[in-house]
């Protein structure tokens, strides 16, 4: 067993699977033209994503991970959120990495990517060939990602996200390409199996598998077990932020268990 790092910083990289937004919305906890819009740019928005609730704990709505949050466990810890709604990879890198300054930084990343690269190209409805060809270009533009956090934070220890499936394998996610025809899963699990192995090959790197987690609470489940938001089923509600929150604290033990 290796000695936990004592972390000075945790940076959240990525999409909507990070952000407070979806969560807010769904337990109620914005402002009115938040809720409105739709935009966390129009008001107060809650602490209540996964990101948020990594690195604090709400004690009294989620009593049972009091006391196990990154400010408990690492006394001082900075938090640098820069995820957002919409990220595609290539928003990572252009918009969010840019404020992570080079440093000696003993660092925590986490990274939820690729799902709004894979919509993309589901939207366009490509041919298989092509579509295998922009599978592996989203995979080695994670990976090159992951090579970029190490030598912007040589001290750092990463999380890596899988991409969940709304549709619970059925192919179809109610609102989202109904004209497009059955979606690709085999795209979404060729990523998946990538980013898995981009964890494997890393050191001090670790995969939390949201995919196999959330499968059975979304379009398949009883709309109170849903772990989406129930607007848009793309997206976290407060539930799902939970769930990430936890496999991201799974994770960051068994890195440590290593």
Known sequence: MTE???FAQYVALGDSMSIDLY???DAGETDVKVALEWDARAGHVAPQGAASLFFQNIDERYPDFAGNDLTTKYAGITLLNVAEDGATIGDVFGSQLP???????????TLSAGGNDLMSAFANKPDPALLQG????????FEFLVESLRRIRPDSAIIVTTVYDPSDKTRKIPGFFDAAGPLPLESLHEMNERIASIARAS?????????THFLGHGVTAAEADRWYWKRSLIEPGARGANEIRRLWLDALAAMHEN
């Open 4 to 6: 936990a790092p004592r």
């Open 23 to 25: 969560p807010a919305l």
């Open 99 to 109: 404020t992570v300054e080079a440093a000696d930084t003993r660092t925590l990343f």
């Open 134 to 141: 922009f599978v592996r270009d989203i995979a080695d533009a």
């Open 203 to 211: 050191p001090r790197c670790a995969v939390a598998d949201a995919y």
